[in-house]
C-alpha cells in the first residue's frame, strides 16, 4: 500500500515519520559486568488533520500500514482542534550528529571503557560499588508530509553513565554522572575524573552552622534553578497560562547575569539535529537576554494556539508519543567571575554539588525544596569538606532577581544542560532538625 497516496485522498493535511532505532546496552552492576543486549525498533507514525481535527497512530508492524492510515483518520473524528498546518519545507542549518567513529564501536569496545572507568574509580575508593550503563544508538528519521516536505536524519548517541555508592556505616553517599554525545570525544572519561575528585573531596566531613549564607551552584546544581525556569519558558505551559511569566515578554524578570538559550544546531549533542521532529528548521532561540524574558519554546501546535511561529522545538520523545515542546539545548550562558575569584570572595558558606529528588514538588511555579545529595563547606574561600543533612530551598523567581556571581567556567550536565557556577548571596539553607 502507498500510504502517501492514500493519506492523500482522505484527509486535508498529513505528516508520516518513518524511525529506526537500533541500540546496544552494555551494563555493569556493582562492579561487575551483567548484560549486554542489542535492540531494534522500526515503525511508522500517522499524524492527519480531518475536518480540522487531529489525529494520530503509529506502529512497528511494516505490514499494518493501510490500519495505520485506518487509525490515524479514524481518530481524527475525536481528536484535538488542530488550528496549524504541518511544516512547510525549509532549508534548515547543517547540524553534525553522526559520527562513523561512533556508529562502529564494536561491544568488545564498549565493555572495555567500562571496564576503564571502573579502574579510574576502584583504585581511590575501593569499598565503592559502581554501577556503569553504556548505550550506543543509531538512529534514522526521515519526515515527509502533503506540503512536499522531505527531510532525512540521523544520529549516533553515545551515552555513559556512572553511578558511585559508597556505605560506612551510617554514611551513604550517592554519586551520578553521565557523558552524552553523537561525536567520539576523546576526553570521553573528562566526567568520570570528576566523578573521583568529588569521592576524594567527600572524605572530610565537617559541619556548618544552618542559617542564611552564600550558596554556590555547581553546573550540576545549578539544575535546581534550571528546572523550574524551563517549565516556565515552555509555550504549552504559556498557552495553558500556567506559566508565570506570561505576558511578561520584554520585561527584566531576572538579574542582568542571567542569558538562557535553547539551541539545538550545536554539533554533537543529543538534542541537536537540523530538523525538529515536525520537520521545522533548528535555530537558536534567545529566551532570556540579560534578565529579560525575550520570548519562549513551541511546537507547531502551541505556536498556533499562541499567535506565533514554531520555535522548532517539537520531540516526540519515541515513536508512539505526539510532538511536544520541549528544549533542545538548555543553555545557561557563563558568565564574567572565574570561579576561583567567586570562591575567595565566601568566607563560610556551602558548595551545592547534586540534590535529592528534583522536579518533585510544584516546581511550575519557580518553587523547589531538596534535601542536598552532595555539599561541601566553603570557609575563608577554600573548599574544606563535605556537609551532611542541609536541605535548601527557594523560589528561582525571587533568587535570580539578585544573583552575585555567574562563573567564566561551564560544563555540559547529563548530555543537554550546559551550565556554570551560579553564587546566590544570601539563602536560606536548613539543617535535618529544622
Known amino acids: 500500500m502507498d500510504i502517501l497516496t492514500h493519506l492523500k485522498s482522505q484527509a486535508e493535511q498529513f505528516e508520516i515519520l518513518d524511525l529506526q532505532n537500533e541500540t546496544t546496552t552494555i551494563e555493569y552492576e556493582a562492579n561487575q559486568l551483567k548484560t ?4 531494534e525498533t522500526k515503525g511508522t507514525a500517522v499524524r492527519v488533520i480531518r475536518k480540522g481535527q487531529l489525529g494520530f497512530s503509529a506502529s512497528t508492524d511494516p505490514a499494518a500500514l493501510e490500519k495505520l492510515a ?8 475525536y481528536g484535538d482542534p488542530a488550528p496549524f498546518s504541518f511544516a512547510d519545507p525549509r532549508p534548515a542549518p547543517i547540524v553534525h550528529t553522526f559520527d562513523r567513529a561512533v556508529a562502529d564501536l564494536p561491544i568488545a569496545r564498549l565493555v572495555e571503557i567500562g571496564r576503564e572507568i571502573l579502574d579510574l574509580i576502584l583504585p581511590v575508593e575501593p569499598n565503592a560499588r559502581c554501577n556503569v550503563s553504556l548505550e550506543r544508538s543509531l538512529v534514522s528519521a526521515s519526515i515527509r508530509n502533503q506540503k512536499g ?10 551515552s555513559i553513565g556512572v553511578e558511585i555508592d559508597r556505605i560506612e556505616g551510617d554514611d551513604v553517599l550517592i554519586l551520578y554522572d553521565q557523558l552524552g554525545t553523537t561525536l567520539w570525544e576523546d576526553d570521553y572519561l573528562g566526567f568520570v575524573r570528576r566523578l573521583v575528585q568529588k569521592l576524594e573531596r567527600a572524605r572530610t566531613i565537617t559541619s556548618i552552622k544552618p542559617g542564611k549564607m552564600p550558596v554556590l551552584f555547581a553546573p550540576t ?6 528546572l523550574p525556569l524551563s517549565e516556565g519558558l515552555n509555550g504549552k505551559e504559556v498557552y495553558k497560562g500556567t506559566s508565570p511569566m506570561r505576558g511578561k515578554v520584554g520585561e527584566k524578570l531576572f538579574d542582568e547575569k542571567i542569558t538562557v538559550v535553547d539551541d539545538g544546531t550545536i554539533d554533537g549533542k543529543f538534542a541537536s539535529a537540523s530538523y525538529d521532529d ?13 534578565g529579560v524574558l525575550k520570548g519562549f519554546i513551541y511546537d507547531l501546535k502551541t505556536a498556533a494556539q499562541s499567535g506565533v511561529e514554531s520555535t522548532g522545538n517539537a520531540s516526540r520523545g519515541g515513536l508512539f508519543a505526539p510532538p511536544q515542546p520541549s528544549f533542545t ?23 551545592v554539588e547534586d540534590l535529592l529528588g ?15 545529595a552532595l555539599a561541601f563547606k566553603i570557609e575563608k574561600g577554600e573548599i574544606v569538606g563535605r556537609v551532611k543533612d542541609l536541605s535548601i530551598a527557594g523560589n528561582i523567581y525571587d533568587l535570580l532577581k539578585n544573583v552575585a556571581a555567574v562563573s567564566q567556567e561551564a560544563q555540559w550536565v547529563y548530555s543537554t544542560f550546559y551550565a556554570p557556577y551560579v553564587l546566590i548571596e544570601d539563602m536560606m539553607v536548613a539543617g535535618k532538625n529544622q
Open 221 to 226: 546544581g545549578t539544575l535546581a534553578l534550571a
Open 36 to 39: 549486554c543486549t542489542v535492540a
Open 358 to 372: 528534583l522536579g518533585q514538588g510544584n516546581i511550575l511555579s519557580g518553587a523547589f525544596s531538596n534535601p542536598l
Open 70 to 77: 485506518a487509525n490515524a483518520l479514524e481518530s481524527a473524528a
Open 329 to 351: 539545548n538548555f543553555i545557561l550562558q557563563p558568565g564574567e567571575t572565574p570561579l576561583q575569584e567567586m570562591l575567595a570572595g565566601i568566607d563560610e558558606g556551602i558548595l
Open 149 to 158: 516536505l522531505d527531510v532525512a536524519f540521523r544520529t549516533s548517541p553515545l
Open 278 to 290: 515536525e520537520g521545522v528548521p533548528h535555530r537558536r532561540n534567545v529566551l532570556i537576554e540579560r
